[in-house]
């Protein structure tokens, strides 16, 4: 073989190679990741409230995968956010709380976020609004601005709802255009962004701060919950009454604010907090669908991976709490869809977790191994067929040592002291009968025990100041 062939065959194979390069770089999914602030179950396609109306999300969801029953690492953002973006639980780095940064943390010392390996991994990586809790990395993207938002000066001015120094937890409409709400400026941006042409495959990050309070929507989106005709959560009165210490103590944690139950009962404003918390998700939904919208017109329509998920659930006065901050559904439980190319229509109904988002995403879109071990699972084999065997539970913490270990059927919690509840969620949905102390419920508690994180880590430095 002469010199000259030889060259020739070596040009050959390197052409072939990078052609193979290039296809596999072709075949790598877009992803539109949405993230939503402080959403629970109600949403229509998770049936948690009957008026609520969410169309946009409704279609995601029959057009993919809705995971039915998945729940977060943790009830408060930061710490459900640090663990989603680094496939780390709570108990493992040490963040569980809203005042400690990522970057503060030992134990994620090195640790690749997930736009930050989206970046490393060939993809251009682009974002807007409420993705971490405080200021983005923006060195972990090509494309990240913050913008401000209108929205949050109305109850510095003049509080809406009736709750006295209710200040930033207030609720109600307000009167002003919905181009001035950061949701709708960051969900345009994105939908711009999706007529664009990208060289390389992009991953499109936008985080929606609504149903986060303050609740304000403009007022065309409380015209279809008049407070006369607003269905209120279904309540068990004496639900505190099988409580454990330690259970009693989270259902208390609300008084020290202005959002309590007391207060919402003696100014009758129960009414219109669930008002504001349905027009508020339904103002995200118009947030959904524009985006939705948008991509279905663009080129990348059939080559972007959807995926939407929430940080956490709410509470709106199931036992008489308000907001997060708890290990019961109200508060675990979150929407998750994933839609897109070749994944399958369906609903998905066995436990996953946010923590699983890392190592799916690594794995559906080739990227590079994180020096941090993910602690969740890939979801592919339910991505593939949603009725497949998943033996796995999903766990929430909140603070340390403080754990839920939710099954297909059972809702088991065990706190730092020592205290236990067990629900039956299949049979009571409203975990309204804790069985924790029932005999014949000892061998299942014991197996769900058994699954309790092994970790519970120092709490990482707090920086009240920063993030
Ligand atoms: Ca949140
Ligand atoms: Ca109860």
């Given at each position: ?21 290039q ?22 396609c ?21 995971f039915?029953?998945a729940?977060?690492?943790?009830p ?25 940064p ?30 971490y ?17 209108a ?34 400026i ?6 711009e ?17 609504l ?11 409380f ?8 269905m ?20 208390r ?6 959002l ?23 103002f ?6 524009l985006?939705?919208d948008?991509l ?7 080559d ?47 436990p ?24 969740g ?16 539970p ?10 839920a270990i939710?099954t ?9 002291n ?5 629900y ?10 804790n ?5 014949e419920?000892?061998?299942?508690i ?6 309790l994180?092994?970790m ?12």
């Amino acid at each position: 073989m002469s010199w000259m062939h030889v060259m020739v065959l070596a040009a050959l194979g390197l052409g072939m190679m990078l052609g193979q390069a290039q296809a596999a770089e072709v075949k790598r999914p877009n992803v539109l990741f949405i993230a939503i602030d402080d959403l629970n179950d109600w949403v229509g396609c998770l049936g948690g409230h009957p008026q609520v109306s969410t169309p946009n999300i409704d279609r995601l969801a029959k057009r993919g995968v809705l995971f039915s029953n998945a729940h977060c690492q943790a009830p408060i953002c930061n710490p459900s956010r640090v663990s989603l973006l680094t496939g780390v639980r709570p108990s493992t780095s040490g963040v569980y709380d809203l005042n400690q940064p990522l970057r503060s943390a030992p134990a994620l010392e090195g640790a690749v976020t997930l736009p930050a390996n989206f970046k490393a991994s060939g993809y251009h990586v682009l974002g807007r609004g409420k993705i971490y809790h405080g200021k983005p990395y923006t060195d972990e993207w090509h494309d990240f601005e913050v913008k401000p938002d209108a929205r949050n000066k109305q109850f510095r001015v003049k509080p809406i709802s009736r709750l006295p120094k209710i200040r930033v937890r207030d609720f109600g409409p307000i009167d002003l255009p919905e181009e001035q709400f950061g949701d709708v400026i960051n969900a345009r941006w994105a939908a711009e962004a999706l007529q664009r042409d990208f060289v390389k495959p992009f991953f499109m990050a936008v985080g929606i701060r609504l149903p986060h309070v303050p609740l304000y929507a403009p007022k065309k989106y409380f015209e279809r919950h008049p407070k006369s005709g607003v269905m209120l959560p279904r309540i068990k009165p004496d639900d505190l009454a099988d409580l454990p210490p330690a259970g009693l103590e989270i259902t208390r944690y609300m008084d020290k604010t202005p959002l309590n139950h007391r207060a919402v009962l003696k100014t009758k404003s129960w009414h219109e907090a669930v008002a504001a918390y349905l027009a508020c998700t339904e103002f995200v939904d118009r947030c959904v669908g524009l985006m939705l919208d948008s991509l279905d017109k663009s080129a990348h329509a059939k080559d972007t991976l959807v995926v939407l998920w929430s940080d956490h659930g709410w509470h709106l006065g199931e036992k008489r709490l308000w907001a997060k901050r708890s290990l019961w559904e109200e508060s675990t439980r979150v929407p998750l869809i994933f839609a897109g190319p070749g994944l399958p229509k369906g609903q998905c109904s066995r436990p996953v977790q946010l923590l699983d988002l890392y190592p799916t995403l690594a794995e559906l879109c080739r990227l590079a191994k994180p020096p941090q071990a993910l602690e969740g699972r890939s979801l592919l084999p339910l991505l593939r067929m949603p009725s497949a065997p998943w033996p796995h539970p999903a766990i929430t913490t909140f603070q340390r040592n403080n754990h839920a270990i939710r099954t297909e059927r059972w809702r088991y919690i065990r706190y730092a002291n020592g205290d236990e509840e067990l629900y039956d969620c299949a049979a009571d949905p409203h975990e309204w009968d804790n069985l924790a102390a029932q005999p014949e419920h000892r061998e299942v508690i014991a197996q769900l025990r058994r699954q309790l994180p092994k970790m519970n880590a120092a709490a990482a430095p707090v920086r009240s100041a920063a993030r």
